[in-house]
C-alpha cells in the first residue's frame, strides 16, 4: 500500500510531466494585407493551440504588407508560444513582402513554397507626405524597422544583414535565393512537405528547447470566422472607398431631404465601417480632409444659391482627394482604378442628381398653400359687388374686388389675405 509521502510523490510527479501535445498541425491561412483582423485571428489561433498544446501551427502566408501595430501583435504571440510557429510563403506565385517579412524571420520556422519571393520591408508612409524626401520622423521609423528586423534574424539564427537590406534598401528575393542566404530555412512543395522535413529539428520556444515531431500528424485548416471576414473584407483599400462614397452620399442625401432615415441609416453606417478600414491602410490625411471638403460644398449649395459655383468646387475636392487618398507604392495598397473612377463620377452625379431633386422639392413647397394660391385662375360662383366668391385650387374662397365681376366670369388671384383673396378681372 501507498504511505502518505508516496501518495504526494506520485502527484507531484503526475501534475509536474508535461502533457502529451496533441496530434494535430494547425493552418492558419493568412491572404491579403496584415490588417487587425487577421492580427486577431491569427492572435486567437496561437493561443488556442498553445491552449490545446498542438505540434504545429503553420502561418499560410501571402501578404503584400500591411499595418505595423498589427504586424507586432502577431510577432509578439509567435515569440510567446510555447508551440512552435512555422511560416509558410505558398502557393508558387506568392509573396511575404513588408510586414510578411517581418512575420516571417520572427517565426520559429521560416518556409517557401518554389516561385515565390519576400523582401520589400520598407515601412510604408502611413501619414502622408512627400515621398522624395524623407523627414526626421520618417528615418526614425525606418531606422527602428530596420533595428527590429535584425533583432528577429538574430534571434533566429538568420541573415540580419540581408534582413536589415529589406528594410532600408526594400530589396526582395527569390525562395531559392532565401534559402541560398539563410533567410529561410526551407523550401518545400506544401504543408505535408514542410511538415516531413523539419521532422527532428531542434528549435526554441517560449518554453525552451524542443525536437520538432511533425511526422505522420493530422493537417487542420482553420479559417477566419464570419465577423473576422467581415472586417478583412472591408479593409481593403477599394471596399473602404467604395463604402466612404456610399455613407457620404447617403448622408448628403438624408440632409438634404431630412426624415427619409434609411439614407443616413445606411450612410452612417457606411461611413463608420470606412473610418475602421482607414486605419489599416496608409492615408494621406490631406486627400481624406479634401474628399470629406467636397462633401461640405454639395450639402451648402442646398442652402447658398452659388449658380453651381459651390457643386464645382465639390467636384474638383472630391476628384484631387480621391486621385492622393492612399499614400503608397505597392500597387496592393492602392485603389484600383478601375474602382476610383467608376465610383467617384457616380457618388458625385447622385449627389448632383440629389441636389436638382432638393431644389425642385423646395421649389414645389412654394406652389401649396397661400404662396401657391398666387397668380392662379378661378371662377366667380357668387358675384363680387366687390365681395363675393370664387372657385379655385378645388375650393371655395371668400373674394374681394374693385368694381363688380359676375358670376362665371374668370378671375386672377393678387393676394391672399388670411381666408379671403383679392382678385381682378381675368381679361384674357
Avoid at 492558419?28 to 493551440?49: L, M, R, T, Y
Avoid at 517579412?101 to 520572427?106: K, P
Amino acid at each position: 500500500m501507498l504511505n502518505k509521502n508516496s501518495f504526494f510523490l506520485l502527484a507531484f510527479f503526475w501534475f509536474a510531466s508535461p502533457v502529451l501535445a496533441a496530434n494535430q498541425i494547425v493552418v492558419v491561412k493568412i491572404s491579403g494585407a496584415i490588417n487587425p483582423a487577421v492580427a486577431e485571428f491569427v492572435s486567437q489561433e496561437i493561443h488556442q493551440a498553445n491552449e490545446e498544446q498542438q505540434a504545429l501551427i503553420v502561418l499560410n502566408m501571402d501578404t503584400p504588407g500591411g499595418l505595423d501595430t498589427s504586424m507586432r501583435q502577431i510577432i509578439k504571440k509567435i515569440q510567446s508560444s510555447h508551440v512552435p510557429v512555422a511560416s509558410y510563403v505558398s502557393p508558387s506565385g506568392s509573396r511575404a513582402a513588408s510586414a510578411g517579412t517581418f512575420i516571417t524571420i520572427a517565426s520559429h520556422i521560416a518556409a517557401m513554397a518554389p516561385g515565390t519571393n519576400i523582401g520589400a520591408a520598407h515601412p510604408v508612409n502611413i501619414m502622408g507626405g512627400n515621398n522624395e524626401q524623407e523627414t526626421t520622423m520618417e528615418k526614425k521609423v525606418v531606422n527602428d524597422a530596420a533595428a527590429y528586423i535584425r533583432s528577429l534574424a538574430q534571434l533566429r539564427n538568420r541573415n540580419s544583414q540581408w534582413a536589415e537590406l529589406a528594410v532600408v534598401k526594400s530589396v526582395s528575393i527569390s525562395a531559392e535565393e532565401a534559402m541560398r542566404l539563410n533567410v529561410i530555412d526551407l523550401i518545400a512543395g506544401n504543408v505535408e512537405a514542410l511538415a516531413l522535413a523539419i521532422g527532428g529539428r531542434e528549435i526554441q520556444t517560449a518554453s525552451g528547447p524542443m525536437i520538432l515531431k511533425t511526422g505522420g500528424l493530422e493537417i487542420v485548416n482553420h479559417e477566419m470566422g464570419p465577423r473576422l471576414k467581415m472586417l478583412d473584407i472591408i479593409s481593403n483599400p477599394n471596399v473602404a472607398y467604395v463604402l466612404m462614397m456610399i455613407g457620404m452620399v447617403g448622408l448628403y442625401f438624408e440632409m438634404s431631404n431630412p426624415g427619409l432615415i434609411f439614407p443616413g441609416v445606411i450612410g452612417a453606417v457606411s461611413m463608420v465601417l470606412s473610418l475602421y478600414a482607414m486605419q489599416t491602410l496608409p492615408i494621406n490625411y490631406a486627400g481624406l480632409l479634401l474628399v470629406l471638403l467636397g462633401a461640405l460644398f454639395f450639402i451648402a449649395e442646398i442652402g447658398v444659391m452659388s449658380y453651381g459655383l459651390l457643386s464645382l468646387a465639390g467636384v474638383v475636392s472630391m476628384f484631387l482627394g480621391s486621385t492622393m487618398l492612399i499614400d503608397s507604392e505597392d500597387p496592393a495598397m492602392q485603389i484600383s482604378q478601375g474602382i476610383l473612377y467608376p465610383t467617384l463620377g457616380l457618388a458625385i452625379a447622385f449627389s448632383i442628381g440629389i441636389l436638382v431633386f432638393a431644389t425642385r422639392t423646395r421649389n414645389l413647397k412654394k406652389q401649396g398653400g397661400a404662396d401657391g394660391m398666387l397668380g392662379e385662375i378661378g371662377i366667380v360662383k357668387e358675384t363680387l359687388n366687390p365681395h363675393g366668391r370664387i372657385h379655385v385650387h378645388g375650393e371655395l374662397w371668400e373674394a374681394e374686388c374693385e368694381g363688380k365681376i359676375m358670376e362665371g366670369e374668370h378671375v386672377i388671384v393678387e393676394s391672399v389675405e388670411g381666408l379671403k383673396v383679392r382678385v381682378k378681372k381675368n381679361s384674357l
